[in-house]
């Protein structure tokens, strides 16, 4: 007996590599959660080509979408050219012929972790976002049976109660990702790890925001033009990072989310955190004819 | 009014109606039965709660008291009875009919529950101050300053310390533990409070203190309150009716002098004169 008797023959693999069936089941749930804006829908999640935890939600969401006229992104912590974010990137390409960029205007999927790009997303555009933890109530309700029992009943009480914790101890809110924000005044999601700074974003936004959890099995959704609100007392207002001061080393741009690099003589300095938004000022600034998109914020509010 | 009070499904005792029950009842409870297999807990109780006054449940171990208690939080759902509470501006209706949601609104507003157990009805992990504010969150308060300030108020209206408002309830005494509880329990000022057992296993001095101060709020708020205890002393310091329940069935109910001084039930004054 050998290996090659108990293997079946090599075929070529599907395309956007998951079967048409898990393709479809993607869809169906897809569709559920784009209908109840925030709801956790479960999945059948399949295995693909990267570990559990490194983005295997976000990346069957993108091959379900994927067309041979994609033009897909993918970046990891505002940068285009990490390990994980290039290898999602080439395997996209390769599994589904679809073209890769950099730029956030020219593509129409833009698979996330941990950040949304600074300049504004379009109607035709897509956004999925990698998310290690779907559920804001673990952290108060590890039961996931009574969790839901929870959302269902809209119990958010102990979810505010972090927060009044956190004023009453440290005098400010301290969540600094994942933080708890409402979708369509009914359920309360947590929006993946994006910092504070990216949530507004999310707010009546004009493109498709879907959200996946591959280990955890569970997709949810913020279609455009839906109510994103951050759990706010009404006397504490919601506050973004203190990012509006600082100014990029490289592009000289400033009012935007930056990366603090620490230096030896005990100062920082600052980078724009969406790496290709910064390259597309340095070559602005040296005169290419660059196209810069609107962006969500200026001199570091939102609009 | 006087009349259902009257019934006296055990005994058969007419006995003079007290000052409070001239008014329409807050609570009533009718026919309540609930078996849990075998086991029969309740057996069609009736129950009726004045405005301002203190209903006090006795009875032995596995007497039903505490099953009760819960049918009244609404955490159970019997297997025959009603239950109407009259709330201003609220329909009239039997509120074990409401579902899992309503119910959490109409606990979360008008009804308010110290258990025997803290761990039952307080976050361990959280702020004192944080667990009374939990019951304002609920009911939609969203103002963190509200929030504060309401939770001081209750919790120095239980007489806690307010230096200690921010400390956790594992950090806590078990006396102090009660006092959390009952600040969370009265901070929306609910139409009836439920306590059950809330000094069982606390010493005597402290028991005392605790005491004192639900007599106080009783007095100077005017809060309805349903006692549970299996302690008679408890019972006497506190309550203006009482209610003998014995194997799932309501055996005697008076006023609390007449079940004291003149107990009718035999089960009554073994159980009075027990303890006495």
């Known amino acids: 007996m050998t290996l090659q008797k108990l293997t079946r023959p090599w075929t070529a693999f599907n395309y956007g590599f998951l079967d048409e069936s898990a393709k479809r089941e993607l869809r169906r749930r897809i569709l559920k959660a784009i209908a109840v804006p925030g709801y956790q829908v479960p999945y059948a999640s ?3 080509p990267i570990a559990r935890g490194w983005g295997t939600g976000g990346l069957q969401v993108t091959l379900t979408l994927l067309k041979p006229t994609s033009v897909v992104k993918v970046i990891d912590q505002g940068a285009d050219d990490s390990v994980n974010a290039s290898s999602i990137r080439k395997f996209v ?12 205007m020219e ?25 290690p933890n779907p559920e804001p109530l673990r952290p108060v309700q590890p039961d996931m049976s009574v969790a839901r029992e929870m959302h269902g009943d809209a119990d958010y009480g102990q979810l505010w109660l972090i927060l009044y914790e956190q004023l009453v101890k440290a005098g400010r809110i301290m969540q600094g990702s994942s933080y708890p924000s409402m979708v369509n005044g009914r359920h309360v999601m947590t929006p993946s790890p994006i910092p504070r700074w990216d949530v507004p974003k999310l707010n009546q936004a004009d493109h498709l925001t879907i959200l996946s959890a591959g280990r955890e099995k569970r997709i949810f959704a913020v279609p455009p033009y839906t109510s994103v609100e951050p759990l706010v007392f009404d006397d504490v207002p919601y506050r973004v990072e203190d990012h509006q001061d600082k100014t990029c080393y490289r592009s000289d741009v400033s009012g935007f989310f930056m990366n603090e690099l620490p230096q030896d003589d005990g100062s920082s300095l600052y980078e724009l955190s969406d790496s290709h938004f910064g390259v597309k000022n340095i070559q602005k600034s040296e005169g290419e004819a660059i196209e810069i998109g609107e962006t969500w914020y200026k001199n570091g509010r939102v609009k | 009014m006087a009349a259902a009070y009257f019934d006296g499904r055990a005994t058969g005792v007419e006995r003079q109606p007290p000052r409070l029950m001239l008014a329409e009842p807050i609570l009533t409870m009718r ?15 009736d129950a009726t709660v004045y405005p301002g006054e203190v209903l006090g449940i006795v009875g032995e171990s596995g007497s039903g008291k505490s099953t009760l208690l819960r049918m009244m939080n609404l955490e159970d759902t019997p297997d025959a009875g009603t239950y109407h509470l009259a709330l201003p501006g609220h329909e009239d209706r039997n509120l074990f009919t409401l579902d899992r949601f309503e119910r959490r609104m109409l606990r979360a507003h008008h009804i308010g529950i110290v258990y025997q157990n803290p761990h039952l009805g307080l976050l361990m992990n959280h702020t ?17 300053a509200e929030l504060r300030e309401r939770a001081r108020e209750s919790l120095d ?5 307010i230096e200690r408002m921010d400390a956790r309830p594992r950090e806590l005494s078990g006396g102090m533990q009660q006092r959390v509880q009952l600040a969370k329990a009265i901070a929306l000022e609910p139409a009836v409070l439920l306590l059950d057992e ?8 402290v028991q005392a203190l605790v005491l004192d101060t639900l007599k106080r709020l009783q007095r ?16 006497r310091t506190m309550a203006d009716r009482v209610m003998v329940m014995r194997r799932g069935e309501v055996v005697e109910q008076g006023l609390a002098d007449q079940i004291f001084q003149d107990p009718q039930h035999e089960y009554t004054q073994q159980l009075v004169h027990a303890k006495l």
Do not use: C, W
Request: hydrophobic fraction near 40%.
């Open chain 1, 107 to 131: 593509a129409t999927i833009i698979q996330s972790r941990h950040r949304i790009p600074e300049e504004k997303l379009r109607e035709d555009q897509i956004l999925v976002l990698q998310v």
């Open chain 2, 220 to 235: 100077d708020r005017r809060i309805t309150m349903v006692l549970v205890s299996h302690d008679l002393g408890v019972i």
């Open chain 2, 198 to 205: 809330p000094t069982t296993g606390l010493d005597v001095s």
């Open chain 2, 128 to 144: 004192s101050s944080g667990n009374v504010a939990e019951r304002l969150l609920i009911a939609g308060k969203r103002n963190f």
């Open chain 1, 93 to 104: 390409g390769r599994v589904g012929g679809a073209v890769e960029t950099e730029d956030t």
């Open chain 2, 31 to 45: 026919g309540i039965a609930r078996s849990y297999g075998d086991v029969r807990a309740l057996a069609g109780v």
């Open chain 2, 157 to 161: 209206a239980s007489e806690f310390p």
């Open chain 1, 46 to 48: 399949r295995e693909v």
